[in-house]
């Protein structure tokens, strides 16, 4: 019986030979990728073995550390709660980061190659002091206003965003949307609780998740005529040049007639092309964009920033909020031949043009910087655990669409809107103020969003804010004044002048 | 023990971040205990083989050391104190492994001669199937646990007789072989060119491994199934020495698997348990697999708990086997795993290895077929239960529920495989006497015929 027992023994020992072989096949070659894996609740653990790092503006944090007796050692708190959701985001425990919690991801937990030296030193010093700081742009006093007013705007618009760029850095003063979320309780280390609020805010039909500012894209109205107008500009037209009006326009080949929104705007047949943006001329526009051509009016927006897919906002080295593109639409017929008609449609910003709240701000940053586009970025400064600055955002241009001339012609027929037009609610003490307002129809039945873009001077001359306010479906009419209204208030604010 | 002593130090360091005072009270207790079963082998089977405790200790030790970091790891997480040394799982472990090795005692202590099991060998039969089907025929409130129905439970205790009917079915099933085995081996009909032995030879052993089985399919514990069919299929080899039962068993394995898998995946019912284990193996991974009610979610934890160990592991106390569901039971091994790593591992795999191979190297050397069969099937068992387990948890082959011998949390496990090591000690004592009776015997002087196997006429001794 000997022999067949010697052979049980070889097949036990080929069985454990498997098994070990296939221990070092876990433990050893796929151990990098179960370590890592997203099934892999112990990633999670290691993250909150250590703060996070701070994420703060004017010495205040925004996204702060509270210790806790749990298995998971560290609870993110945004004690700001709504205000600043939308920009800093939220970091969960079992479901992807977003905002510059995300962006910042890897700053803020400490393992970007930037705190390597620190990292070094920890393991020597075993003192870990956890990630990076990340000191961003905003002002509180823009931020808070901008925030109060837009989600108490006099209108009662239930939805809007509305951004604040300094027109000479691009860094961001003001970012909101409104309606908003607590990012609290989806960080709550009870994840099902926190589950649950992820899903009530995701199936929330007013989606709050959403940061209207950057990814959601809107019918721009009339705000878009400064585009059309500094297009016209660069053609050799000038604020005195006579363009065609009338009270009601109908391009060629199209039915439906366009119309200004009031009987006494430019009813003449013919109007200044600064008189046509100051009373916001429907006829006019319309016109001067089927005479410069589709070519012309789609490659002026492009040049603005439509159609850009991969601008981001957040740290100019790296990664950001994405922006969601703003489109002109293709005006053209099946045939690839211009649509007349819907090239006079989307010269006055209705047809299938579409603009990020963002994108508002930046045209209106512009024209108040002298042509130059500066790249918008959130995150000011980056400090290492100890306080140590790491990075400090240097402005860049984003691109010159105008050259200096047409950018002061422009400013001086926007600061026209806001002192004799339809933009007058924005207008602030010891400011020169300009802008365009925009109404804007969007479906059928429902009422107009209002738009605002504009700027401030202060009295030294100098651009101190650019902002863009949208309110979706504004309530009776004139969409645009409560937009103008807001606005103004923000850039008071961002210039230090008020908001208390 | 040392060893034992050290790994609760660590543990403690890790987890309240300083050693208490008090952390060598565990591996003291298992020490006194291990070093008094030493005693009662050194007095009652004195030329026992000598590696044997000190392994299955070893790992015993480390189970209960494991299981108490368990326990204070959770009381820490509650904020409740610190279990005492008897508490918890990791006490209750402690406690029983005292039982269990008392029991071993009095195993080494009762039967002076492996012969003598023999002569019970019918009843031992009948009382394996008795234990194997006492939970299959009791309401499910008093024997099911997670679906699977093997428990007798009773109260706060709860004992698992399947574990201990192993141990009866190994002592029939040789007992019965070493009897017929001439009459197996010979007469037989050759078909397709492999030797089948006749019907009503082999009837009584394969009625009561079939029963064991139906009963067990019923049970829903495919893991000691395998282990029953294993376990037959290598105590009949070992008896005729006849491959033909190696291959009939194979295929009869293989295709009854496959069918099952087919059957699972067709009709569903009581093989759908089966289809669903096989397709969590094939890809654990699979979301759908991962998200289901009763997928693959433990069996990929394991999985990312031991890659999450690695080579050196994370130190004990250090990891997180909290992720890992069933880490006091089934996946005992892929919670350590994550803290002491591929090395550690190893060392455990190395240690079962050991034992397996000790068990089979007694068989060898004892002289009466009965005890090597009886050590032959302990000692493979042994080794295919341990393949069978951590085969399942790090996804070499599909997960069925066993328990890791002297590892696991529960106490019918650890009494039956210490008496299972009681058996092979008293058999290797058997193994390694000198064969006339004393160590002072002197070449020249003729040995002494072996004492025949009680009962067995057939017998012809092969040595």
Not at chain 1, 100 to 122: H, P, Y
Not at chain 2, 70 to 86: E, N, Q, R, T
Not at chain 2, 227 to 233: D, M, S
């Amino acid at each position: 019986m000997n022999a067949p027992l010697r052979k049980a023994g070889v097949v036990i020992l080929v069985l454990f030979g498997l098994l070990f072989a296939n221990l070092n096949w876990v433990q050893g070659y796929k151990a990098d990728d179960y370590r890592t894996s997203d099934y892999n609740g112990r990633v999670r653990v290691a993250e909150y073995q250590v703060p996070r790092g701070v994420i703060e503006v004017g010495g205040q944090g925004l996204a702060i550390n509270k210790a806790t007796e749990g298995t998971l050692k560290f609870l993110r708190v945004y004690p700001e709660k709504k205000l600043y959701a939308p920009i800093i985001g939220y970091k969960p425990v079992n479901i992807a980061e977003v905002g510059i919690e995300r962006s910042e991801n890897e700053f803020l937990s400490g393992a970007s190659d930037k705190l390597f030296a620190d990292r070094v030193s920890a393991m020597f010093t075993g003192d870990n002091a956890g990630g990076g700081n990340v000191v961003l742009s905003v002002k509180p006093k823009a931020q808070e206003t901008a925030y109060k007013q837009v989600t108490n705007n006099e209108r009662g618009a239930k939805k809007g965003s509305a951004v604040a760029i300094d027109p000479s850095t691009g860094a961001v003063q003001a970012m909101v949307s409104f309606p908003t979320f607590d990012p609290n309780p989806l960080v709550s280390h009870d994840t099902e609780a926190a589950a649950a609020e992820y899903k009530k805010l995701n199936e929330d039909k007013d989606k709050p998740l959403l940061n209207r500012a950057l990814s959601e894209t809107y019918p721009p109205g009339s705000t878009f005529k400064v585009l059309v107008s500094a297009a016209a500009l660069q053609e050799g037209y000038e604020k005195s040049t006579e363009i065609p009006a009338g009270s009601t326009y109908t391009a060629p080949g199209s039915g439906a007639p366009i119309k200004n929104s009031e009987a006494e705007t430019c009813p003449g047949s013919k109007v200044t092309l600064e008189e046509a943006l100051t009373d916001s001329c429907n006829t006019g526009f319309a016109q001067l964009g089927v005479e410069l051509g589709r070519d012309k009016v789609m490659k002026t927006a492009q040049a603005w920033g439509f159609e850009q897919e991969d601008l981001t906002v957040g740290n100019l080295e790296g990664p950001g909020l994405p922006v969601a593109a703003s489109h002109t639409g293709a005006m053209a017929n099946p045939d690839g031949s211009t649509d007349q008609a819907a090239l006079a449609q989307s010269s006055i910003g209705q047809k299938d043009v579409r603009m990020t709240t963002m994108q508002g701000a930046l045209m209106a940053a512009t024209v108040a910087n002298g042509g130059r586009q500066m790249r918008p970025y959130l995150v000011q400064q980056l400090l290492s655990p100890d306080r140590r600055p790491i990075y400090n955002a240097s402005p860049q241009t984003l691109r010159t669409p105008i050259d200096g001339d047409v950018a002061s012609d422009l400013k001086d027929m926007m600061v026209s809107v806001v002192e004799n037009g339809t933009g007058k609610a924005a207008q602030i003490d010891g400011f020169q103020v300009g802008g365009k307002t925009g109404t804007a129809q969007n479906a059928v039945g429902a009422d107009d969003h209002g738009w605002f873009i504009g700027f401030a001077f202060n009295d030294k001359g100098e651009a101190v804010s650019a902002v863009c306010v949208m309110l979706e479906n504004v309530p009776g009419g004139h969409a645009s004044a409560e937009a103008a209204r807001i606005a103004g208030l923000i850039m008071k604010a961002a210039a230090g002048r008020g908001g208390d | 023990m040392a060893i034992v002593a050290l790994y609760g130090a660590t543990v403690e360091a890790n987890q309240f971040g300083e050693i208490t005072p008090t952390f060598w009270v565990p591996a003291a207790l298992l020490s006194v205990l291990f070093l008094g079963l030493h005693l009662v082998v050194r007095y009652v089977a004195p030329y026992a083989d000598p590696v044997l405790i000190p392994a299955v200790a070893l790992i015993n030790g480390l189970g209960v050391g494991f299981l108490r970091r368990l326990d204070v790891a959770k009381s820490i997480a509650d904020k409740d104190p610190v279990p005492g040394y008897f508490a918890g799982a990791g006490g209750r472990q402690l406690a029983w492994t005292l039982v269990a090795v008392v029991l071993a005692a009095i195993l080494l202590l009762v039967v002076r001669d492996h012969k003598t099991v023999s002569r019970y060998a019918y009843t031992l039969g009948l009382v394996g199937i008795v234990l194997v089907m006492i939970p299959a025929v009791l309401p499910g409130s008093l024997s099911e646990v997670n679906g699977a129905k093997l428990w007798i439970k009773m109260g706060a205790f709860s004992i698992q007789p399947g574990e201990f009917a192993k141990l009866a079915l190994v002592s029939f099933f040789a007992y019965y072989l070493v009897r017929k085995r001439e009459v197996l081996s010979l007469a037989s009909r050759r078909f397709l060119g492999i030797d089948f032995p006749r019907g009503r030879d082999l009837g009584p052993v394969v009625t009561v491994w079939l029963l064991s089985l139906l009963v067990l399919v019923f049970e829903k514990d495919l893991g000691t199934a395998l282990l029953y069919f294993g376990l037959f299929v290598v105590t009949l080899y070992v008896a005729t020495e006849r491959a033909s039962w190696l291959i009939i068993g194979l295929v009869m394995f293989f295709g009854g698997v496959y069918l099952a898998y087919l059957l699972g995946a067709a009709v569903g019912g009581p093989f759908a348990n089966f289809y669903d284990r096989a397709t969590v193996w094939l890809d654990p991974f699979a979301s759908e697999n991962y998200e289901r009610v009763g997928g693959s979610y433990q069996l990929v934890q394991g999985l990312l708990g031991l890659g999450t160990g690695g080579l050196f592991g994370t130190g004990p106390g250090a990891g997180s086997p909290g992720f890992v569901p069933e880490v006091r039971n089934d996946f005992i091994f892929a919670g350590m795993g994550e803290e002491i790593g591929l090395f550690g591992l190893s060392a455990l795999l190395i240690c079962y290895l050991l034992i397996v191979e000790r068990g089979l190297r007694t068989a060898l050397a004892v002289r009466d077929s009965f005890g090597k069969l009886v050590a032959g099937g302990l000692a493979f068992t042994l080794g295919l239960q341990v393949f069978v387990i951590l085969g399942g948890i790090t996804g070499l082959i599909p997960l069925t529920g066993q328990t890791t011998p002297f590892l696991s949390a529960g106490g019918s496990s650890l009494m039956a495989n210490w008496l299972l090591i009681a058996m092979l000690l008293r058999i290797s004592d058997a193994a390694r006497r000198p064969t006339t009776g004393g160590p002072a015997a002197s070449p020249g002087v003729p040995k002494q015929p072996p004492a025949q196997l009680h009962g067995a006429m057939t017998e012809v001794i092969r040595p």
